[in-house]
């Protein structure tokens, strides 16, 4: 074995490799030899640092200035975040700033690098690695599921196809049927009428005889055939294709949903261990009262949407018919007045678009209309149905939730403008969706999942349907609080995804997850109502309910011309609160 690679040899110099070490830069990191020191340090470029090899490490490694090449960095400058030296310190460059020392800062740097590595290689690169992962598989099943949509699109156009099969057999029978009956009294009547001219003929030939030979026995022969003397005309029937109308046969078809892109983020992979009572989708504190505005009557059904958060709409509901936009201080800002010849209808609901203006609903004359320039132009006109509830959606269609006026039927349509776009009123087993109560009140809003959630009066029950149409759940919890039954007035959801929904019956709102899990309640907030009597630790018959972007909830009541502003999720930043609320 070579000896230079023995572990029994002596530690030999790193330069010539053959001599035993006597010293150590500690600049260069290097073993030397008492012969290539000086070989070493012939090199002036760098400011080398040779120790006996004994004493390697007790010399600190201070870096050298990078002002400076002659001396080393004794410092570290915290505002100019870079190393220096004493001619650096000297100087009024870094007069007045925070020096630390240079090692302790090196450390920590050192430590802040192994911190950073660790995430990178322990959590970030597996986490980036699963994600990726995750998208082959994603693709992998992507042909899969476009290839049993496409069978499926197929398999109901194979359907309609035998459905119009079946239409054009049976109406091709029926002509059939016809022809036969109509060639049968055609071919009748042919063989009565032969049968009388055969007659006829006979009759011309007993005239003539009759005449030649004995006038006197004559009796008239054309009384007989005249009664017979008639045609029968059996008219033609005819075929009158109605026009295909291409928007009805699509929404007939199926609704085909679009691609729903949301971005995930996974800081639950990325972040340091979180505190195990920390809400995933915000977490809940005690219910606070933040506001009290007074906005009209103290009788009336008040609806409201926010503008921004410093600005709602509200309209009363068979009352005044003004819609009136308030501040956050209880400032009227704008006010619509109906003009004449709407006077006297109900607005129902409103809602805002995404450039700021107002729809609204007016249910007695069958109409949505869009407030511009304070006026309402007539934006959807229905025939034999009445519009309840409007939701701007986030892709900027309307759904408009409506009954009909003779039938009682409930459905939900979305419209492009004022375009039909689809129509949901039954699910996959063609029952109802909605309940069919005549004169029900509803409400409709979209959640970040894009589902559709209505409150259904008419069946005192929240109907949830995603955005194709398909039901995904329905939600009648009645709270054990009251015993009474949910008497859904208004309903909006909030950033986190939760539905939130005014119980009237139970002067309460009601709080669920995107999947119809109950969450809690939202009551007792000893509150005063203005037109006298106090209503003792109570939310009293809420009504119109809306959030705005900070998750704060505005509340109407029935018996109350306020609006009542209630923090229920927790914000760092609000900690000065002037009256709490319990939860029920």
């Known amino acids: 074995m070579d000896p230079r690679y023995s572990a029994q040899d002596v530690l030999r110099c790193d330069l010539c490799e053959t001599k035993i070490l006597q010293s150590h830069c500690e600049l260069c990191h290097i073993n030397l030899c008492k012969g290539c020191v000086g070989e070493h340090l012939s090199d002036v470029s760098n400011k080398h640092r040779v120790v006996p090899y004994k004493e390697k490490g007790s010399t600190p490694n201070y870096p050298i200035c990078q002002n400076h090449a002659d001396k080393y960095s004794i410092l570290y400058c915290e505002v100019c975040d870079f190393p220096v030296c004493s001619s ?61 949509l496409t069978e499926a699109v197929t398999s109901q156009g194979e359907k309609w196809h035998q459905e119009i099969n079946n239409i054009v057999k049976e109406q091709t029978s029926k002509i059939e049927e016809m022809k036969i009956k109509h060639l049968a009294l055609l071919e009748k009547q042919e063989e009565e009428i032969t049968q009388n001219i055969s007659e006829v003929k006979e009759g011309i030939v007993d005239l003539k005889e009759i005449r030649e030979s004995n006038a006197f026995a004559y009796k008239a022969k054309s009384d007989k055939f005249r009664r017979f003397l008639s045609k029968v005309t059996v008219s033609f029937p005819c075929f009158s294709p109605k026009n295909i109308n291409t928007e009805n046969l699509t929404q007939q078809f199926g609704f085909l949903s ?48 926010c503008l921004s958060d410093e600005e709602i709409w509200t309209s009363n509901i068979f009352a005044e018919n003004i819609m009136k936009l308030f501040n956050c201080h209880g400032k009227i800002l704008r006010s619509i007045d109906p003009p004449k010849e709407l006077f006297g209808l109900d607005f129902i609901d409103m809602d805002v678009t995404k ?76 029952n109802l969706l909605f309940s069919s109560a005549l004169n029900s009140y509803r409400s409709i809003t979209e959640n970040r999942n894009l589902d559709i959630c209505v409150a259904d009066g008419g069946a005192n029950e929240v109907v949830v349907v995603n955005q194709g149409g398909n ?61 006298g009597f106090r209503v003792d630790s109570e939310i009293f018959t809420p009504f119109g309910i809306c959030v705005d972007s900070k998750d704060n909830l505005f509340v109407t009541e029935v018996y109350c011309g306020k609006m009542k502003k209630i923090k229920y999720i927790k914000d760092k930043n609000d900690e000065d609160r002037h009256l709490k609320c319990e939860i029920s």
């Not at 007069?95 to 322990?122: A, F, M, R, W, Y």
């Not at 959590?123 to 994603?138: V, W």
């Not at 009209?296 to 409201?304: A, C, E, K, Q």
Request: aromatic content about 6%.
């Open 471 to 531: 039901l995904r759940f329905r939600y009648t919890i009645i709270p054990s609080t009251t015993g009474n039954n949910l008497c859904a007035y208004g309903i909006t959801t909030d950033s986190h995804g939760h539905i939130l929904i005014s119980d009237g019956d139970n002067h309460c709102i009601q709080i669920l997850d995107q999947n119809g899990q109950f969450l809690r309640h939202i009551s007792n907030c000893d509150l005063k109502a203005s037109f």
């Open 258 to 305: 679009t691609i729903s892109v949301t971005t995930q983020k996974h800081w639950h992979a990325l972040e340091r261990k979180r505190d195990a009572s920390a809400s995933v989708a915000g977490q809940r504190i005690d219910p606070e009262l933040i506001d009290s505005i007074h906005i009209g009557h103290d009788l009336g059904m008040y609806n409201i949407t």
């Open 355 to 430: 450039t700021g203006e107002l729809v609204c609903t007016a249910c007695e004359a069958s109409s949505v209309y869009l407030v511009k320039n304070e006026k309402l132009e007539k934006l959807i006109q229905l025939q034999n149905w009445k519009p309840h509830s409007v939701c701007c959606s986030s892709s900027g269609d309307l759904l408009v939730i409506m009954e009909s006026k003779e039938n009682s039927q409930t459905k939900v349509v979305r419209y492009s403008g004022s375009t039909e776009k689809q129509t949901i009123q039954f699910d996959d087993e063609d």
């Open 88 to 148: 650096c310190i000297s100087s009024d460059e870094h007069h007045g700033h925070k020096l630390t020392d240079v090692l302790q800062k090196l450390e920590s740097k050192i430590k802040d690098i192994e911190n950073d590595l660790k995430e990178l290689e322990k959590t970030l690169h597996p986490r980036y690695e699963e994600i990726a992962l995750e998208i082959r598989i994603e693709k992998d099943k992507l042909e899969d599921h476009y290839k049993k």
